[in-house]
Nanobody
Framework: VQLQASGGGLVQAGGSLRLSCAAS????????MGWFRQGPGKEREFVAAITRSGGDTYYPDSVKGRFTISRDNAKSTVYLQMDSLKPEDTAVYYCKATTLDYTDYDFIRILYDSQYRGQGTQVTVSS
């Protein structure tokens, strides 16, 4: 599975960005997808995940209500709409994919451990 992320940039606090991640090499509808981020001096952090069908989404409290993950299986692309951005959202954002089966309890862990990761796109939020 190859993943190509795009859409990062510099934005003022309160602004919005939309990240995209295009997947290839596998039938996209067979992939669970997610986004992670790593800020300067911080550990990698889960941001959002979406199941194969798009029927279920997952977010940590830090982004819930501000970020929205979605997918277009016809375009083999997953999106991360980020609104009301804060300086603490500054990080390199990575999309990840898994081909493995998962449950509600282990989906995020499986994504975190997955070898399939995009190259990352920088998001910088100025105050």
């Amino acid at each position: 599975v190859q993943l190509q992320a795009s859409g990062g940039g510099l934005v003022q606090a309160g602004g919005s960005l939309r990240l995209s991640c295009a997947a290839s090499g596998r039938t996209f509808s067979s992939l669970g997808m997610g986004w992670f981020r790593q800020g300067p001096g911080k550990e990698r952090e889960f941001v959002a995940a979406i199941t194969r069908s798009g029927g279920d989404t997952y977010y940590p409290d830090s982004v819930k209500g501000r970020f929205t993950i979605s997918r277009d299986n016809a375009k083999s692309t997953v999106y991360l709409q980020m609104d009301s951005l804060k300086p603490e959202d500054t990080a390199v954002y990575y999309c990840k994919a898994t081909t493995l089966d998962y449950t509600d309890y282990d989906f995020i862990r499986i994504l975190y451990d997955s070898q399939y990761r995009g190259q990352g796109t920088q998001v910088t939020v100025s105050s």
